[in-house]
T-cell receptor, first 115, second 111 residues
Framework: DARVTQTPRHKVTEMGQEVTMRCQPI?????VFWYRQTMMQGLELLAY????????DSGMPKDRFSAEMPDATLATLKIQPSEPRDSAVYFC?????????????FGPGTRLTVT | LAKTTQPISMDSYEGQEVNITCSHN???????ITWYQQFPSQGPRFIIQ???TKVTNEVASLFIPADRKSSTLSLPRVSLSDTAVYYC????????????FGTGTRLQVFP
């Protein structure tokens, strides 16, 4: 049963520290998405890649967030420096571009707490 | 992307049928209607998708009237494990990769 994996599952850090979240998409999927979920804002799209190329990061605060796909099996989301308002659950999802009704498969999320 | 409107929350009891309606008055010709389910502490999960009339799978049914300006997700005989947030999304899924999630409907199932 293929699944999207994310590490770490939980992260507590102090304001100003760098945070790196990792995602392994489902093998064979060519799109990867990063979402952030908070009680106030709900589920927001931060960035997405197709065939490892970044296509849209308009939802991401550019000054502190960065997203990359070093290879087809790894996507990273980095926050530097982190701030308390970054506390949220960060989800990674993968899918097949414009196929299968654009179904996205979500990972279990990384719960980030910045103190 | 068409805007969707759905109830913020709904309550039900085990064994009942639950119908969640979503309004999407400005749906475009190429748009599909997709529903996702999110359990607490998990990522959303695809439930069902349709374009018109009725779609049924092992989890739910999706009813779409002829004008497509609304849709209804039907969950038969719910159980406690159906307690979740249900999101209605509308978009041209065969020409765009992005999904835009709204606020969803929080369904609480009671014993």
């Amino acid at each position: 049963d293929a699944r999207v994996t994310q590490t770490p599952r939980h992260k507590v850090t102090e304001m100003g520290q760098e945070v790196t979240m990792r995602c392994q998409p489902i093998l064979g999927h060519n799109t990867v998405f990063w979402y952030r979920q908070t009680m106030m804002q709900g589920l927001e799209l931060l960035a997405y890649f197709r065939n490892r190329a970044p296509l849209d990061d308009s939802g991401m605060p550019k000054d502190r967030f960065s997203a990359e796909m070093p290879d087809a099996t790894l996507a990273t989301l980095k926050i530097q420096p982190s701030e308390p308002r970054d506390s949220a659950v960060y989800f990674c999802a993968s899918g097949l571009s414009r196929h299968q009704g654009n179904e996205q498969y979500f990972g279990p999320g990384t719960r980030l707490t910045v103190t | 992307l068409a805007k969707t409107t759905q109830p913020i929350s709904m309550d039900s009891y085990e064994g009942q049928e639950v119908n969640i309606t979503c309004s999407h008055n400005n749906i475009a010709t190429n748009d599909y209607i997709t529903w996702y389910q999110q359990f607490p502490s998990q990522g959303p999960r695809f439930i069902i998708q349709g374009y018109k009339t009725k779609v049924t799978n092992e989890v739910a049914s999706l009813f779409i009237p002829a004008d497509r300006k609304s849709s209804t997700l039907s969950l038969p005989r719910v159980s406690l494990s159906d307690t979740a947030v249900y999101y209605c999304l509308v978009g041209d899924v065969y020409n765009t990769d992005k999904l835009i999630f709204g606020t969803g409907t929080r369904l609480q199932v009671f014993p």
